[in-house]
């Protein structure tokens, strides 16, 4: 079973730029579409972007969508999100999460992740 240990996020201000990392243990990534999810506070987790396993095809949310860029590196089992122009409503907790290629797509719901990182915040000043 995949582990996903999450690194990166901290403080910036509007404007700025932030890359998070997500690192897989016990298992090899490329068995897995990855995703990246957000939750602020008050909020349900919503769906940020996400990569087919085979790194070929990315999918972004409206809001993000020119400014981050999802990637991964399968020879290093890490997937990345380069998150750029940050703004304050980008603040909240920063999730990666993996779902088996068994399905033929990653998902834009939380829900058919089997596996999550342990969150980092994201944290963007006016």
């Known amino acids: 079973q995949v582990q996903l240990v999450m690194s990166g996020g901290g403080l910036v201000q509007a404007g700025g730029s932030l890359r998070l990392s997500c690192a897989a243990s016990?298992?090899?990534?490329?068995?897995?579409?990855m995703a990246w999810f957000r939750q602020a506070p008050g909020k349900e987790r919503e769906f940020v972007a996400a990569?087919?396993?085979?790194?070929?095809?990315?999918y972004y949310e409206d809001s993000v969508e020119g400014r981050f860029t999802c990637s991964r590196d399968n020879a290093e089992n890490t997937v990345y999100l380069q998150m750029n122009a940050l703004k304050p409503e980008d603040t909240a907790v920063y999730y990666c999460?993996?779902?088996?290629?068994?399905?033929?797509?990653?998902?834009?719901?939380?829900?058919?992740?089997?596996?999550w990182g342990q969150g980092t915040q994201v944290t963007v000043s006016a």
């Open positions: 999460a993996a779902r088996t290629i068994l399905a033929t797509m990653p998902s834009h719901s939380a829900w058919e992740y089997d596996h």
């Open positions: 016990e298992a090899s990534l490329s068995q897995y579409h």
């Open positions: 990569t087919r396993w085979t790194g070929g095809n990315s």
